[in-house]
């Protein structure tokens, strides 16, 4: 529960000649122009750029937005589309997973390339939704609970899957492959 809008008040950068300071942005845009004032608001960014500082902690605007039941059902018109980049993360590691199960069921090998496949995919993604939320100044607190869930998935159940469905199979490459998970 928030207990003052206090700990969520938009924080000063220093700003550099590369910036752009918006101080015009609208509701319908995530902030009002009070909130932006003298706010870094976006900077000039690419996908390709080596700057991975962190973006701003989420307002009082959006965790508002998040925790109240004002809007029932309106998860999808909360992300952003570096979320549904993570989706597509989350995808891949979860396709990563059904091809071990196929491979299991069939002993076609095919399928394990199709799963090894599908991780270095989720990882392209997961590079990928990081750069657009930093490229577009925009990120959600669905997006970095959904971030966190598309990782788990990607790098800590499908890796764990193949391994399985390869051949770790004994009792002591069960418990490696559950340190491995859980360290992860």
Not at 99 to 124: D, E
Not at 125 to 153: H, I, K, P, T
Request: proline residues 4%; glycine residues 6%; negative net charge.
């Amino acid at each position: 529960m928030v207990d003052s809008d206090e700990d969520f008040a938009p924080q000063e950068f220093p700003h550099k000649d590369t910036d752009v300071i918006v101080d015009n942005r609208d509701e319908n845009e995530g902030y009002s122009s009070e909130e932006v004032d003298g706010t870094l608001s976006r900077r000039a960014s690419s996908i390709f750029s080596i700057n991975t500082t962190p973006l701003a902690p989420p307002n009082a605007t959006d965790i508002q937005k998040f925790t109240s039941d004002e809007h029932h059902f309106s998860m999808m018109r909360n992300l952003h589309m570096a979320d549904y980049i993570t989706m597509l993360n989350g995808f891949s590691g979860f396709y990563s997973i059904v091809s071990c199960l196929r491979f299991t069921l069939t002993g076609k090998p095919h399928y394990v390339q199709r799963a090894h496949f599908f991780i270095l995919l989720g990882m392209c993604f997961d590079f990928l939704d990081g750069r657009v939320a930093r490229l577009r100044n925009r990120s959600s607190l669905m997006g970095q609970e959904l971030d966190s869930l598309a990782d788990l998935v990607s790098f800590g159940v499908a890796p764990a899957a193949i391994a399985f469905a390869i051949g770790f199979q004994t009792t002591f490459d069960v418990m490696i492959l559950s340190f491995l998970f859980f360290a992860v």
